[in-house]
């Protein structure tokens, strides 16, 4: 967000005493930019001024990182109206900046190396341009841009663009985590970021396989939800077309392969049926994945609408567990013998994705979560959802009768009226408490197998994805209007 500077509130004031001392000042909206931020750039410690369920979330993940910080609730966040303790604010900005002595382990220096896969020294060295070496600029790629490239290159100066741009890497980080944990856990000390380095190319390429293979399926999924956008620009296909957009996802696929039969190192641990294992793993992650769209793809063109909870539950287990499990899995088999650890990995996982699919139902209802600027996208987009197999469950016939008139195809009602009207029968169904209970069902699963991981280093690695995946946010309680929440987060940058 660009502050307007229109002098309404004191953050004008603090931004010119900050800057002058140093600092970096940025006004955000939510807590998700202040982890990309830190992942991004060399952060020595941070201030944050927000309202206080803000800063509950971006201070955890902060510490997380191992990153010193200090924050001032806002008093009122009500933007023009915006109230703090100026003078609380003030002494903190003013306070010395001594350098911190990492005391505790810390994944930021595994995020920061997830991060840097993707950007062009690593692209180069480990997938390097077949066709052409052109330049990816801050902006997106588009056909007029494209226009002038020989169209045999055209595909892979699209797909690279797409695959240099956006995303959390979560995947490609679990994959260099998970190995990490098993060969010294390195990579989580106070020179974590050297160790990084170390990091033999078999895993660097087997991570960026596992995040191509999830831009790949991202560019398909996109043109069967007719998403407009991706990463804060218009979607592939809305760019180049259809057709176009399903050719640059077969491509990401090919080169998920390209990047998984990459030439093996001297390092003799990395032989040929570790591999095959990961291999295999991929495959079914891919088959399961397909599996899981497919069908709700066929639900969505069905004109029989009904849908029970368990059928929801299996459909995400399909869609989104595969992904961490595939992620940890290969992290874990490169290290090592993974046999003993086949099955945590395998219901960890499940319950890990399954709780965090039916949070983003619950953040669908809640237009302040993850910078949502509209509820209720499912909905509209006619996607079947644990909500809506929990109220198609426990509505009356007639209750139900509505609610399928709301979700068809051929309802002639304006959106907002539609969605008024979902909301009320969701709520006369009680489904969003319902939903929160199967949230700790599932949370509670994956504590369970935490618990019981060996070595201690993987434990706490599977701790921390479950505090990080199964953030909590408004868990679509809020009716109220879109608000913006002003978050002013003076940085100081080593790097400066």
């Known amino acids: 967000m660009n ?8 953050i004008a004031d603090f931004r010119a005493t900050a800057e002058a001392m140093g600092y970096r000042v940025l006004v955000a909206e939510g807590s998700p930019v202040v982890m990309k931020i830190i992942i991004g750039g060399y952060v020595d410690a941070v201030i944050g001024v927000a309202c206080l369920n803000v800063l509950e979330k971006a201070i955890d993940k902060i510490l997380l990182a191992g990153i010193p910080c200090m924050a001032v609730p806002l008093l009122s966040d009500d933007c023009r109206n915006t109230k703090v303790d100026e003078e609380w604010v003030d002494a903190m900005v003013r306070t010395p900046h001594v350098p911190a002595k990492q005391e505790t382990r810390s994944y930021v220096h595994l995020m920061r190396a997830a991060e840097e896969l993707f950007q062009t020294q690593s692209m180069d060295q480990f997938a390097p341009r077949v066709r052409a070496k052109l330049p990816i600029t801050d902006s997106a790629v588009t056909r007029d841009s494209i226009a002038s490239v020989d169209p045999i290159v055209a595909t892979e100066h699209i797909a690279y663009d797409f695959l240099a741009r956006g995303g959390k890497h979560s995947r490609p980080f679990i994959t260099l985590a998970a190995y990490d944990a098993l060969t010294g856990d ?26 191509t293979f999830h831009k790949a399926s991202l560019v398909h999924d996109d043109i069967e939800d007719d998403d407009a956008f991706r990463y804060g620009q218009a979607a592939v296909h809305r760019r180049f077309g259809t057709s176009t957009a399903i050719n640059v996802g077969d491509y990401l696929i090919g080169l998920g392969y390209r990047l998984l039969s990459g030439r093996i190192d001297d390092d003799r641990r990395f032989d040929p049926q570790m591999r095959i294992d990961v291999l295999d793993c991929l495959a079914n992650a891919h088959t399961r994945l397909a599996e899981g769209q497919g069908a709700e793809l066929l639900w969505r063109e069905s004109i029989e609408k009904s849908l029970t909870p368990l059928d929801a539950l299996k459909i995400y287990a399909l869609k989104t567990s595969p992904a961490f499990e595939a992620a940890l899995y290969s992290g874990i088999r490169m290290a090592g013998d993974a046999t003993a650890l086949l099955e945590p990995i395998r219901v960890f996982s499940r319950n890990l994705g399954v709780a965090f699919q039916i949070l983003n139902d619950l953040d669908d209802w809640n237009p302040n979560a993850a910078n949502k600027v509209a509820a209720a996208g499912d909905v509209l987009g006619g996607r079947p959802t644990l909500l809506l197999a929990l109220a198609l469950q426990g509505l009356n016939a007639a209750d139900r009768d509505e609610l399928l008139r709301m979700i068809a195809d051929d309802c002639e009602l304006p959106d907002n009226q539609r969605i008024a009207a979902v909301r009320r029968l969701y709520d006369r169904a009680n489904v969003f408490e319902s939903a929160r209970r199967l949230v700790d069902k599932h949370q509670g699963r994956a504590e369970a197998i935490a618990d019981e991981i060996n070595p201690e280093p993987l434990r706490r690695l599977f701790y921390f994805l479950i505090d990080t995946v199964l953030e909590r946010s408004g868990d679509g309680d809020s009716q109220s209007p879109v608000q913006v929440v002003s978050l002013g987060l003076p940085i100081t940058s080593a790097a400066e």
């Open 3 to 10: 502050c307007k500077k229109c002098g309404a509130c004191s």
């Open 186 to 211: 390195l990579g989580t000390t106070a020179d974590g970021s050297e160790h990084c380095q170390k990091i033999p190319p078999t895993v660097r390429r087997a991570a960026m396989s596992i995040e």
